[in-house]
Nanobody, 127 residues
Framework: QVQLVESGGGSVQAGGSLRLVCTASGYNNNPSCMGWFRQAPGKEREGVATIYSRGITNYADSVNGRFTISRDNAKNTLYLQMNSLKPEDTAMYYC?????????????????????WGKGTLVTISS
């Protein structure tokens, strides 16, 4: 059974940094696409960043230049380094994974490409 477990969330002031970690288990083969999504209170879930197995990354415009997604396939681990955090980054952050047909379907706008989801880790940014 595939499991994704997020960690690293917390409360920081605006301008600060956090590093989210997602540990995956239960795979027979590493998923080609992994990503981070978030959902703020009262808002719909939105994509934050994705990374394809060949290292192709995509970011939402709102985080581009501030967040960095990376993965360590040997450790079955996904990371999200978040810098210059803003109050509007406050949300529950979810790790997700899937194996879409090709890298074009691995992007923050395509949550439908993800088959597996973690339970989330809460990020709170104060002004």
């Amino acid at each position: 059974q595939v499991q994704l477990v997020e960690s690293g969330g917390g409360s920081v002031q605006a301008g600060g940094s956090l590093r989210l970690v997602c540990t995956a288990s239960g795979y027979n083969n590493n998923p080609s696409c992994m990503g981070w999504f978030r959902q703020a209170p009262g808002k719909e879930r939105e994509g934050v960043a994705t990374i394809y197995s060949r290292g192709i990354t995509n970011y939402a415009d709102s985080v581009n230049g501030r967040f960095t997604i990376s993965r360590d396939n040997a450790k079955n681990t996904l990371y999200l380094q978040m810098n210059s955090l803003k109050p509007e980054d406050t949300a529950m952050y979810y790790c997700a994974a899937g194996s879409p047909f090709n890298y074009l379907r691995c992007n923050p706008g395509r949550s439908s490409s993800m088959e597996y989801w973690g339970k989330g880790t809460l990020v709170t940014i104060s002004s």
